[in-house]
């Protein structure tokens, strides 16, 4: 079974899919870390990132692994290299890249070959895995994104500012939703769940909710079919 995950930044898609993983005994697929290898890549490299076809042949060489919490790239375990701020900022013309988005697809689809997977991202739904069994797209109003954002700043003991962070993921939703390939939306068949005002416990819950439900219409369907 494949539970994908999709939805803009800033919507706490990432713990809770991580955490669904775990509490319904799925294998997790970070998607957004293999972009950010592949960009981790390039830059280490130094290669332009607009250099379109280079580009695309370090997204189809580099080889991506996940062993446990680590992410892997050619062996080298590069979790926290790949968060780092540099790589968030430079990611845009890798994510944009047709032929990288499709060498990540395919990377993606031969992940989940004979597993049960939460896969996480903007395109799994949509792209990846059209006939995934259950499809969330996990949202929050701008605002609430942009409020939790400096919240977490804030934490980390940097500042924010409310209003520009706004203006900034703003920037990055329209972005992500008007790519040319893999554009971030919701799926026709996807269960929207909008966490304004949420708890991560009570968004966990929900998420759980949805995919014990599906799992019960599908042993309902097999049942059924095999009479
Ligand atoms: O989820 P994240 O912040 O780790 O994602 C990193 C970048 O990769 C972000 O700019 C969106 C992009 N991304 C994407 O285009 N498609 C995906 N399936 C996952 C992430």
Redesign the pocket.
Known sequence: MIVTI?GP?GAG??SVAKRLAKEIGFHFL???????CV?FACLRKQLPLTQFEEVANVATSVQIEFRGTLVLMDGEDVSQE??RPT??KS??P???NPSV?EA?VAL?RRWTQGRDVVT?????GTV?FPNAECKIFLTATPEERARRRVGQLIELGMDADYQEILEQQNQ?DSH?TN?PS?A?KVATDAITVWTDGLSEDQVLQSLVEIVQRKQEEMSTRTTVDTR
């Open positions: 999709d930044a898609k990432s970070d998607t957004g870390a293999m972009y950010r960009t790949i968060r790589i968030t990611i845009r890798i994510a944009d988005r990540m993606q996480e991202g903007r395109d799994q990846a990055r992500d790519r893999g971030l």
